[in-house]
Nanobody, 126 residues
Framework: QVHLVESGGGVVQAGGSLRLSCAVSGRTLETYFIAWFRQAPGKEREFVAAISNSAYSTYYADSVKGRFTISRDGAKNTEYLQMNSLKPEDTAAYYC???????????????????WGQGTQVTVSP
């Protein structure tokens, strides 16, 4: 159905920036609620940020507020996660996830999403 592909990961120094992209293909006629999750080795997958179907609302985990920005380029069917002031604890595999429908109380829950990308690795050196 819907295919998500992340890109833009890499290795950066603490304090640096990266911009991740999530390209959406397949069934793209509808607008999706899209989130970014991350998972470090040995840790649970955690919510990072999300953007509503309308793109009017954005949501962030406390750990990234003020540093990360999620945005959408509707013409390119691409979502972005701009990551500034990166910290070593941001090191993780980052995944984008999408759902056509989203309950307002569920956007931080990974099981609420129907589609997932393969992930892109972000490594922040001290």
């Amino acid at each position: 159905q819907v295919h998500l592909v992340e890109s833009g990961g890499g290795v950066v120094q603490a304090g640096g920036s990266l911009r991740l992209s999530c390209a959406v293909s397949g069934r793209t006629l509808e607008t999706y609620f899209i989130a970014w999750f991350r998972q470090a080795p040995g840790k649970e997958r955690e919510f990072v940020a999300a953007i509503s179907n309308s793109a009017y609302s954005t949501y962030y985990a406390d750990s990234v507020k003020g540093r990360f920005t999620i945005s959408r380029d509707g013409a390119k069917n691409t979502e972005y996660l701009q990551m500034n002031s990166l910290k070593p604890e941001d090191t993780a595999a980052y995944y984008c996830a999408a759902s056509l429908f989203m309950r307002s109380s569920s956007y931080q829950i990974d099981s609420a999403y129907d589609y997932w990308g393969q992930g892109t690795q972000v490594t922040v050196s001290p």
